[in-house]
């Protein structure tokens, strides 16, 4: 039982450059989530999806889409990467009230 | 809307001493859930405690355990027996429409 999965752990990117992070969950989960999480900061919800077939945007959506692939995976793409989304992404799932689960996070630069 | 107000940003302990960390949590809900998050250094989210609003009965995991004083919107943290793998940011975190609402945190520094 591997819980909440993340790929990659981290990345490089050049401004204007695009790329896609992955997310796995085997907890059966409904919901799942994408955060970000600036140095000395706390979490900024990107997007979230309540269900399979559903997404809707967070806080901070701007620059990101989202695709909610199956019950198991959500993915989160930039499209033009710019310096000021530099973070650290977190990937999370969660059912009806037990709480979010996280995976270990994503550490993006992008220069 | 749903707030979550940690108003400690930073909080110190000595070791083997027991501390309480602060938050509150406005909602206009009468069933929900609360939630107290651990993230040490390595920036992994760990969820430490769980209270579900209608429980009249605090929760406890082991030296973790929580006051819920529902009318006063309160949901403080007790660490008993602080150690030094207890050091982390906490964040305070309820439920609302598929979502958690989080604090901002508060750093808790352990003293050997």
């Known amino acids: 039982n591997a819980g909440v999965t993340q790929t990659p752990k981290f990345q490089v990117l050049k401004t204007g450059q695009s790329m896609t992070l992955q997310c796995a969950q085997d907890?059966?989960?409904?919901?799942m989530y994408w955060y970000r999480q600036d140095p000395g900061m706390g979490l900024r919800l990107i997007y979230y999806?309540?269900?399979?077939?559903?997404?809707d945007k967070g806080e901070v959506p701007n620059g990101y889409n989202v695709s909610r692939l199956n019950k198991r995976e959500f993915s989160l793409r930039l499209e033009s990467a710019a310096p000021s989304q530099t973070s650290v992404y977190f990937c999370?799932?969660?059912?009806?009230?037990?709480?979010?689960?996280f995976g270990p996070g994503t550490r993006l630069t992008v220069l | 809307a749903q707030t979550v107000t940690q108003s400690q940003p930073e909080m110190s302990v000595q070791e083997a001493e027991t501390v309480t960390l602060s938050c509150t949590y406005d909602?206009?809900?009468?069933?929900?859930?609360l939630f107290w998050y651990k993230q040490p250094p390595s920036r992994q989210m760990i969820l430490v405690i769980r209270?579900?609003?209608?429980k009249q009965q605090n929760a406890t995991e082991n030296r973790f355990s929580v006051n819920f004083q529902k009318a006063a919107k309160s949901f403080s943290l007790k660490i008993s027996d602080s150690q030094l793998g207890d050091a982390a940011m906490y964040f305070c975190?309820?439920?609302?429409?598929?979502?958690?609402?989080w604090g901002a945190g508060t750093k808790l520094i352990i003293k050997p």
């Open positions: 999370a799932s969660s059912y009806q009230g037990l709480g979010e689960f």
């Open positions: 907890m059966n989960h409904n919901s």
């Open positions: 999806s309540a269900s399979e077939g559903t997404t």
């Open positions: 909602t206009s809900e009468s069933d929900y859930y």
């Open positions: 209270q579900e609003a209608y």
């Open positions: 975190a309820g439920d609302s429409n598929y979502q958690l609402i």
